[in-house]
T-cell receptor
Framework: AQKVTQAQTEISVVEKEDVTLDCVYE???????LFWYKQPPSGELVFLIR??????QNEISGRYSWNFQKSTSSFNFTITASQVVDSAVYFCALKDNTGTASKLTFGTGTRLQVTL | GAVVSQHPSWVICKSGTSVKIECRSL??????MFWYRQFPKQSLMLMAT?????????EQGVEKDKFLINHASLTLSTLTVTSAHPEDSSFYICSAREAIHEQYFGPGTRLTVT
């Protein structure tokens, strides 16, 4: 069975601080996909990144960066110089590679509060 | 990017009545659509997976007779909550898959049952 663990329930930082959101996953599959989504107060999920299990290169997109460590089954997300607009719930998710039957398994989410 | 819409965005209904929520893929054809439920401060829980033209596959613990899902076309899926009760109050989110890895989420529907 697949499982995604986001141990940090809530994080509060002051604007301009860097913050890392942890994600640890479990799967028996050798091919799988990892995702991060942002859910602002409006509720709509915003896709941030997808990474497949064969691509362990870290990725940077503006103030966002992701660290994929297959050896520790982790896919951590770092926001550099956080801003108030980053306040949201962030979900890490895992999808297997069973074709059309594959489903997303979500972590419990980390609520990030960025204050002035 | 691909857009998924949901209607209504919020609805209040009385206990015992039924409510229908629509999910549409606006600019792509979705062979597979998913329905999730999210209680306050909790994660998204998959309720069912529906493929166009066939019966939905429900997750364990989800009552198929209570949550009726219809996926009649490649751009429309509906979720009907029958005989709604206050415990069904939740945020319902649909998602549509265009290709194996591209899955897009709707904005959600907030259901309140009084």
């Amino acid at each position: 069975a697949q499982k995604v663990t986001q141990a940090q329930t809530e994080i509060s930082v002051v604007e301009k601080e860097d913050v890392t959101l942890d994600c640890v996953y479990e799967t028996r599959d050798t091919t799988y996909y990892l995702f991060w989504y942002k859910q602002p107060p409006s509720g709509e999920l915003v896709f941030l990144i997808r990474r497949n299990s064969f691509d362990e290169q870290n990725e940077i997109s503006g103030r966002y960066s992701w660290n994929f460590q297959k050896s520790t089954s982790s896919f951590n997300f770092t926001i550099t110089a956080s801003q108030v607009v980053d306040s949201a719930v962030y979900f890490c998710a895992l999808k297997d590679n069973t074709g059309t039957a594959s489903k997303l398994t979500f972590g419990t989410g980390t609520r990030l509060q960025v204050t002035l | 990017g691909a857009v998924v819409s949901q209607h209504p965005s919020w609805v209040i209904c009385k206990s015992g009545t039924s409510v229908k929520i629509e999910c549409r893929s606006l600019d792509f054809q979705a062979t597979t659509m998913f329905w999730y439920r999210q209680f306050p401060k909790q994660s998204l829980m998959l309720m069912a997976t529906s493929n166009e033209g066939s019966k939905a596959t429900y997750e364990q613990g989800v009552e198929k007779d209570k949550f009726l899902i219809n996926h009649a076309s490649l751009t429309l899926s509906t979720l009907t909550v029958t005989s709604a009760h206050p415990e069904d109050s939740s945020f319902y989110i649909c998602s549509a898959r265009e290709a194996i890895h591209e899955q897009y989420f709707g904005p959600g529907t907030r259901l309140t049952v009084t």
